[in-house]
């Protein structure tokens, strides 16, 4: 059963979150963005009024049956937006990831709300003239430094990013269907420089694969979206949020 308090924890986080991001480079953000963090992770998926669902649930909500390749294989439910931040609800069906991407200039959080992530993350690295890109790119190609892959569940603290931290990671559903509550600030907006791009890894361990030895550098390929992601919408059943 939801919880008493569920339609403020939701309302706390979103105003939480506006405090937070208002001043991105004030005195206070650290202490905010620790406090936004702590309300992030007590938030559950009943909440949110949110089931784990299997492939007919998918299908009956994308309008699709899922073994045609009309249903999405990410779907996103929209909470609020701002300026400052946007707030939303990723699913994922069994088997789904969301390719690896980055988030130009913005911080970022991440809560699981049911199933296993499993989510790399990395940072990108300045040019060097020394170490040229592999002879294989047919692409813009970016040095990356390959940090960390891990698995999440709904008992794992927020995975954070930033703009200069894991600010590119992929996403993939492991065993089952998962969902999770994502906070971007500032929002993707392609007109202020903040578009979202796609990246392949070229070399080693590919992002999803069991890797040695991280962190540890590596070459990136930047790619058009995958032709088989894309991602749906759905509306979302959670408690109303005024900001």
């Not at 690896?100 to 992530?117: E, F, I, Q």
């Not at 040095?143 to 930033?162: G, I, V």
């Not at 992929?170 to 979202?196: K, S, T």
Request: proline content about 13%.
């Amino acid at each position: 059963m939801p919880r008493d308090n569920m339609a403020s924890l939701i309302q706390r986080v979103a105003r939480q979150a506006r405090i937070t991001f208002r001043s991105p480079a004030g005195p206070a953000f650290g202490e905010n963005l620790h406090r936004l963090q702590q309300l992030l992770d007590e938030v559950r998926a009943e909440d949110l009024h949110l089931a784990p669902r299997g492939p007919s649930a998918a299908a009956a909500a994308g309008g699709g049956f899922p073994w045609t390749g009309a249903v999405p294989p990410v779907s996103y439910m929209h909470i609020c937006e701002t300026e400052s931040f946007s707030m939303g609800v990723f699913l994922l069906r069994s088997g789904a990831c969301i390719p690896l991407h980055d988030h130009p200039g913005m911080n970022g959080m991440l809560k699981v709300l049911y199933g296993t992530l499993r989510i790399a993350c990395m940072d990108t690295l300045p040019p060097a003239a020394a170490s040229p890109p592999p002879p294989a790119a047919a692409g813009p190609c970016h040095r990356a430094l390959f940090r960390s892959r891990q698995h999440y569940t709904p008992a794992s603290p927020p995975c954070l990013l930033s703009p200069h931290t894991d600010n590119l990671h992929q996403i993939d559903a492991v065993e089952g269907p998962a969902a999770f509550l994502d906070i971007l600030a500032p929002p993707y907006d392609p007109q202020h420089g903040r578009d979202c791009h796609y990246y392949r890894l070229l070399e080693g361990s590919p992002a999803g694969a069991e890797p040695a030895g991280l962190p540890r550098e590596v070459w990136l390929m930047e790619t058009p979206q995958a032709a088989d992601f894309w991602c749906g919408g759905e509306p979302y059943p959670g408690p109303r949020v005024c900001l």
